[in-house]
């Protein structure tokens, strides 16, 4: 029968050797435990754990030594069960990506001879986004000047009493928009350069930490 005792009573039954002591069966068994837990803000002992307790966080004595041998903590709620295996999955994604970063970063060391060749390499990407960029402006540039040709011949028309033909407004509103498409795409391209530079630096700040000889 589970005999559970306050913390008062179980500090003496630890100190008392008569007590402390399993009692034997048939030769030498197991040493028996005893366990402590809190209960309802209070500490409680016992040499058997009830299936209330069985949850909560508790301490392990061998009941010979008096000793603590083991310490269990307090079950999880299903909240923290599943607070826990998202953290242990995002830590599993963050150590392969770590992972893939490290390769990659010992496959440019073996890859590129020197500095020189690793900024060339990059070089052809900025040469050939440099060269978008200069076709968008250029588009920019010619689509204004097409929509600044129609504004002007319908403004003349107005001044002149004469109506704008449908036509001509469907143009102005066609041409507005592909200004805006082409003004975007130039401000996108523009921040994959910056992108890009951003990379060179960080590529040769890690090109030469593996480069540099070990002491």
Not at 5 to 31: D, N, R, W, Y
Not at 40 to 48: E, H, K, L, Q, T
Request: hydrophobic share 40%.
């Amino acid at each position: 029968m589970n005999r559970t005792l306050p913390l008062l009573a179980c500090t003496l039954m630890l100190a008392t050797t008569g007590v402390a002591i399993a009692q034997k069966k048939s030769g030498e068994g197991a040493a028996k435990k005893l366990y402590c837990w809190n209960e309802n803000g209070a500490r409680v002992c016992g040499d058997a754990l009830p299936a209330h307790a069985v949850d909560n966080a508790r301490t392990e004595i061998n009941a010979r030594s008096g000793l603590a041998t083991k310490e269990v903590a307090r079950a999880l709620t299903a909240q923290e069960r599943a607070a826990a295996e998202a953290q242990a999955k995002l830590d599993k994604e963050k150590a392969a990506l770590d992972e893939a970063k490290n390769r990659r970063d010992r496959a440019m060391a073996e890859s590129y001879a020197t500095e020189d060749d690793l900024r060339r390499a990059f070089g052809e990407r900025q040469a050939v986004m440099d060269e978008s960029i200069k076709a968008s402006r250029l588009g920019v540039e010619g689509r204004r000047d097409t929509l600044i040709a129609l504004l002007r011949r319908a403004g003349e028309n107005e001044l002149s009493g004469k109506p704008v033909p449908k036509p001509a407004q469907q143009n102005v509103r066609i041409q507005h928009d592909q200004l805006i498409r082409q003004q975007e795409l130039l401000v996108q391209q523009l921040a994959e350069r910056e992108v890009i530079d951003e990379e060179l630096a960080a590529a040769l700040e890690r090109y030469h930490a593996l480069r540099q000889p070990r002491s």
